[in-house]
């Protein structure tokens, strides 16, 4: 069982059989991530950061944790003058990169983004995937942008998609950007990355103020998939994945 906890924007703690997951940690109003420590208390702490941007990347992280077995993984675009010199685990990603010694889990692969940073898919001890977009996204804003803009954006995001279909089988749960500023086109990546990739269970993010967002996305959940949505709209809801 995995249990899927929210901590706010694209940050999200997953506790799995090997480890505890912290995701892209911007800020936690509600206090979760004390709780989910201090209930796996011997579990080692994997920290992921998909880039530098400050709503995806808060230094308080290497603060926390500390009577932990803490690994760092992190975006080669976090300048390493961020992170304390000594006492810490840190590995730093680039697209494409593997890492296959970090405790609790079997492999980290980075893909790419659409904006800076990577993007991380996680093999678990028993085979099954973490996906977390980091700001891998269809970025575009068809109301503003031009036809050949448009289509640029979504070929470059095709691409890296693309990749992670032909590498991946199966996701059991991907966190994707489901950005409300983007007006009409804000499900638009999710639909495409849904379309090629086969996920069990799907977690939106990313919400920029309008978390109903996150409700309303199972609406656009292409008819052809299996894929289960939830909503996790507030800072502190988590989930249980069987299975």
């Given at each position: ?24 940690y911007y800020k936690d109003p509600d206090k ?76 980290v692969k980075a893909y790419g983004s659409t ?13 099954s995937v973490i996906f977390h977009a980091g ?109």
């Amino acid at each position: 069982m995995i249990t899927v906890t929210y901590l706010d924007h694209s940050g999200f703690a997953l506790t799995t059989p090997g480890a505890v997951m912290i995701f892209d940690y911007y800020k936690d109003p509600d206090k979760k991530l004390e709780k989910v420590l201090r209930d796996s208390p011997e579990k080692p702490v994997l920290f992921f950061v998909s880039h530098h941007h400050p709503d995806h990347f808060n230094t308080s992280i290497f603060e926390l944790a500390q009577d932990r077995k803490r690994t760092y993984i992190l975006a080669n675009d976090i300048f390493s003058k961020f992170v304390p010199k000594t006492g810490l685990s840190v590995a730093w990603m680039s697209a494409g990169d593997v890492i296959d010694s970090i405790p609790g889990i079997t492999q980290v692969k980075a893909y790419g983004s659409t904006d800076t940073g990577v993007s991380y898919a996680i093999t678990l001890t028993d085979g099954s995937v973490i996906f977390h977009a980091g700001d891998l996204n269809d970025w575009h804003w068809s109301e503003e942008s031009t036809e050949r803009e448009v289509a640029k954006a979504e070929e470059r995001f095709k691409v890296i998609v693309d990749r992670i279909a032909e590498e991946i089988p199966e996701i059991k749960i991907a966190m994707f950007p489901v950005d409300a500023r983007m007006g009409t086109d804000f499900a638009k990546g999710a639909q495409i990355f849904l379309s090629k990739v086969k996920v069990d269970n799907f977690f939106p993010m990313h919400f920029w103020g309008e978390p109903q967002k996150a409700c309303d996305f199972n609406a656009y959940v292409p008819a052809a998939t299996a894929t289960r949505c939830y909503c996790l709209d507030r800072p502190g809801m988590n989930v249980e994945i069987k299975g």
